[in-house]
């Protein structure tokens, strides 16, 4: 093995990115993920593209599970930078935070991933008032390291797998994963690229990355830094956004078997909230805007990883160790009316540290025909927070609804094999294994709103879980273009344990318990008409212990804040397709879609807060049609044009209670079916310029976003609703990017 096959080879297994010249100079009849456009060639085949999904160096087609690709120069030029936006087309996803600035509303989460919604399945949430560092139902990897920094730009590709990946990934896999692989250093090219973006919203983003060969071959370094900022959609100050990010890697190879991957990454958050309140009058859709005051916050990370390769042979060893820290400042407001709550909420996090260590152990042949995996990870979590909840309802000149002082510690160690034994050279069949053990230590002070004081001790301060989750995969090539696969999953998620009150405002312990995810999953990949269509299909159906969360408040309307655990079992099921088609050289038609039938089961004694089995956000429907065109203008210039149609079907944005519903409230949460176009048009001026304009939400569609909160609603004719959000989704938003490559 050359040093070449070699380096491509460790990076893509242990899920590092891949550069593009990295894949260029690998033997593999491959291509990395590439912009699409830029794949097209002088015949019209559907290139392949690399993935590492399965920890393991394949092609998306060859890879039997539901995974959806999507490139970095593609998400550049579209002016896609956020999460959301990212993953906006691949199908059997909603939700998702942002991956540039991590925030919501003026403050943040240290996990990402708590919005995304896949195949229906959502995240449990924690106590109301409680700590951050709640384990979601999906998880990020930027680079190989759980939720790690940095995956907003310099992006190589997006890798969404849907499904459990637990006996593959480190933690939290339970319904999917969000891979981001960010460029890596080159050992041989010098090369730079800066990326300016002006936009509407006085939208200023500033991206680059420079590659330098210290030793040709063996050492090379890679910077890269991100600058975003725009002014708020509703409020020129409300919702504005500011995120400074910067990120070194460096990559030395001193001999052909071994490689070490060096990287720092830090990412400083300003965010505003509030500065309008919306309300809904007269009708769902008639939006009434009013100031009201800014809330403010900060958050910044900071990250050091590195990534260690060994080929030792029969077996090739990996070692992934990663510190993170997180620190957050924020005030949060909201002023509702009429009927409240009009509030400030306060949260400080002054300690939030983060240690991984992973280890992998495979077998190095890829044509063996036994091909085995093991890993073991180790997490820990250091959590320091304050929250603390002010009411300006409350009488006779307001107070605190509760004061919370926690100190959190999460530890969790898991241990997961898998392996895959093919029968023939067209059949195979995948068995894997995960055991899992999570420890919480909380030492918790909570204050109710009468005043009373209660902290966690003893045996209640502890919680331990532990479970064993598997795969079983049967997979079949009826062809060398066509796959088949079934398969049964499971994944598994940790509870949590917090103080929060009761309804005679007395502190009081909540529990949420451990919960298992169960899939079931057939699909088959395609390709027909000598590589010019692509038909990717799968199907799935989805059973979950129980959905569970604390947040609900259960009290009567006002301004107190009452939580109780809630536990609902969820079932899920539904299709996803995905084609891609070329009938000549210089076009691409695509589409994506996804069927989703998510529903809550028996809500118990809480059937009065739900005021339907339908869950939300999941729209049943998810639809995205484009098609991409190359126009060849001279030898040095091309222009390339797409066009893209996203259709969502009518949903809930959020939960309501069966009051609020038989008040009326029902179509206040409706959101419509919607069609969203956005354009592009790229000039590509050589291989070293290229200029973009783009307009996303070309008809400037407003509607209600995930997640809208209702705080109450009154009878009347029309009800009287009382809306907490601050927010609507996104506007019409155009800008112009240029990039410059060396």
Known sequence: MNRAQFLLTTSLLACAATSQTAVAQSTAPAADATSSAAQVGPTAAIQDIIVTAERRFNTAQRTAAAISVRSGNDLLTQGRYELKNILEDVPGISGGASASTNTSQAGGTDNPSTGLVIRGIQ??????????????????????????????????????????????????????????????????????????????YNLRHFTGSANLPIVEGKLALRVSGNHFERDGYYATQGDARKSTSFRAKLLWTPTDNFSALLGYAQEFNDTQSGGVAISQRNSPTDFVFQPQAVGTGKNHFRQ??????????????????????WYQYTTAVARVSPGGPNIDNFVSTPKDNFMTHEVRLRNSDADAKFRWQAGFLYYRNSLSEINNLFSYDIPPAGAYVFKSNTHKVTTAAGVFAEGTYAFTPSTRLTAGIRYDHTKIEIDQDYTSVIGITQSLAGSDRLATFNNVTYKARLEHDLSARNLIYASIATGFSPGDKSL???????????????????????????????????????????????YQTAGINIAPPGPIRIFQTITVPVKTYGAELEVQARPWANGTFGLNGSYTHARYGDFGAFAQFFSTHTISPAPPVQITGSYDHRVNISDTATLVLRGAVRYVSEHDSSRITVQMADFGGAPYVR????????????????????????????????????????????????????????????????????????
């Open 123 to 200: 995240s449990n949430s924690g106590v109301g008032g409680s700590a951050t560092s709640t384990s979601a139902a999906a998880a990020i990897y930027v680079d190989d390291v759980y939720n790690g920094v940095g995956g907003g730009y310099d992006i190589s590709r997006v890798e969404a797998l849907r499904g459990p990946q637990g006996t593959l990934y480190g933690r939290s896999a339970t319904a999917g994963v969000v891979a981001i692989h960010t460029n890596d250093p080159n050992l041989k090219d010098i090369g730079a690229e800066v990326s300016a973006e002006l936009g509407n």
């Open 304 to 325: 050091y990883w590195a990534n260690f390769n060994v080929d030792l042979g029969p077996v090739t060893l990996t070692y992934i160790p990663a510190y993170r820290t």
């Open 500 to 546: 929060t009150q009761n309804a005679l405002g007395t502190p009081t312990t909540q529990n949420l318990k451990d919960q298992t995810l169960t899939t079931y999953e057939i699909g088959t990949k395609n390709r027909f008409l000598n590589n010019r269509l692509q038909i990717n299909a799968s199907g799935f159906y989805n059973v979950y212990g129980g």
């Open 671 to 742: 959101v419509p079916a919607k069609a969203l176009a956005d354009l592009n048009a790229r000039l590509e001026l050589g291989s070293h310029l290229t200029i973009t304009g783009y307009v996303r939400n070309l008809f400037n569609e407003r509607y209600l976003p995930d997640n809208w909160n209702i705080a109450n609603v009154f009878p009347g004719n029309p009800p009287i609703v009382a809306v907490s959000s601050n927010t609507l989704s996104d506007p019409r938003t155009f800008g112009i990017i240029v990039t410059a490559r060396y």
